[in-house]
């Protein structure tokens, strides 16, 4: 049986900046060091962070995030989870093989207003200790948990920096979502540990595009997976009626629940772009389910329609999603998801054969076919 984050917070203790080998934060971090070695696994207890609230998740969301350098090639060295007069207050601060450095601050949120020149002052004392050469060897990482798309004060502040200064103190943001998916391609994929440090330092500040871009690109390599042998006997029932599991993410104009509330419950559509997985295949009878990121899956329906290449005015880029198609029989839990946890996986015939405490991203990165059991586990049916 697999332990959750709750269970391990529980038997480690509050976690706090008390010193010693045996206080509670060294307990969890050395629990991290020696179990938790497979992103699969990292990605149920950061979900688990972001669904929870309170001191104890958001500290156990720092150390989470700094064991994840540790997958991206990092040297790490865990900061304080509060600031003290005379001690520098990073978070975290990993360094490369390569002689570069990334500070590190975690963000649950960005409800909050955030100094940018809190980070940059982190990275000056550090250079002034001798821990980092200069700023052309380092970079300030902001890792934000929940993205807000309606507060960009984060980024205006960094750009507005950028303008008065130039580049000369690089700062950066990325959601742990998109770092998770960083870890994913170093662990899947031939990606390196200089590839990650070129994907880190872009022209601008925010870097989940570019992570975003590769994702949908690999994504695409990942084969479908078999229909279990059990159930090829129905296999003419499943010509009748196919099921499709759509993941959702937020944007800079909405988060994913906005935009799940707004096409399928309001105006009962969905889309697709020219290239979605499943496009030319979908049809009226089909079942659909919509997995908002980082949450679950939040929503499922018929589909009522073929997709039929239209302009439509509540879809935010509709050049890039033309495809659209009507739903009905709708069905919305946005404050309900079934998350897609280890103890799920292990019941679903996608996983099957894999082991479920692995990288898992591949399965919610991209539109795919599933089999009929899987939809009705992953939609309470």
């Not at 104890?56 to 900061?79: C, I, K, P």
């Not at 570069?100 to 940018?116: L, N, Q, S």
């Amino acid at each position: 049986m697999d332990i959750t984050l709750k269970q391990i917070l529980d038997l480690v203790g509050k976690l706090d900046d008390t010193p010693g080998d045996e206080t509670p934060r060294e307990r969890f971090r050395h629990f991290l060091r020696t179990n938790v070695r497979e992103v699969g696994q990292l990605q149920d207890y950061v979900q688990e962070c972001l669904t929870n609230s309170g001191d104890q998740y958001s500290r156990a969301l720092q150390d989470l995030v700094n064991h994840l350098g540790h997958f991206l090639g990092f040297e790490v060295t865990f900061g304080r989870y509060k600031g003290m007069q005379d001690e520098i207050g990073f978070d975290g601060h990993w360094e490369s093989s390569k002689g570069f450095h990334v500070v590190v601050e975690v963000k649950t949120t960005e409800v909050y207003p955030i100094k940018v020149t809190i980070l940059i002052g982190y990275v000056d004392r550090l250079i002034e200790q001798g821990e980092i050469p200069d700023w052309n060897h380092a970079l300030g990482l902001y890792v934000v948990g929940r993205p807000d798309p309606e507060i960009k004060q984060l980024e205006n502040n960094i750009v507005a920096h950028m303008a008065r200064e130039g580049n000369t103190r690089p700062l950066r943001i990325i959601s742990v979502e998109s770092l998770l998916s960083l870890a994913e391609m170093m662990n899947e994929y031939d990606v390196s540990h200089e590839d990650i440090l070129t994907i880190l330092r872009p022209s601008g500040p925010r870097i989940d595009f570019i992570i975003d871009l590769m994702v949908r690109l690999m994504s695409r390599r990942e084969p479908e997976p078999s229909i279990p042998e059990e159930t090829q006997a129905s296999k003419e029932v499943s010509e009748v009626a196919a099921y499709w599991l759509a993941p959702v993410q937020s944007s800079s104009e909405q988060t994913a629940e906005e935009a799940i509330q707004a096409l399928v419950g309001e105006e009962k559509i969905y889309a697709f772009g020219e290239r979605t997985p499943g496009r030319k295949q979908l049809k009226p009878g089909d079942w659909i389910c919509f997995y908002a990121s980082t949450k679950g899956v939040v929503a499922h329906a018929r589909v009522k329609t073929h997709p039929e290449k239209k302009f439509h005015p509540r879809l935010r880029e509709p050049e890039k999603y033309p495809w659209v198609f009507s739903l009905h029989e709708i069905k919305l839990y946005l404050d309900k998801p079934v998350v897609i946890n280890s103890d799920l996986r292990n019941q679903l015939d996608a996983f099957r054969g894999r082991d479920p405490s692995k990288s898992w991203a591949w399965f919610v990165q991209a539109t795919r076919r599933i089999t009929e059991h899987d939809f009705k586990l992953l939609t309470r049916a």
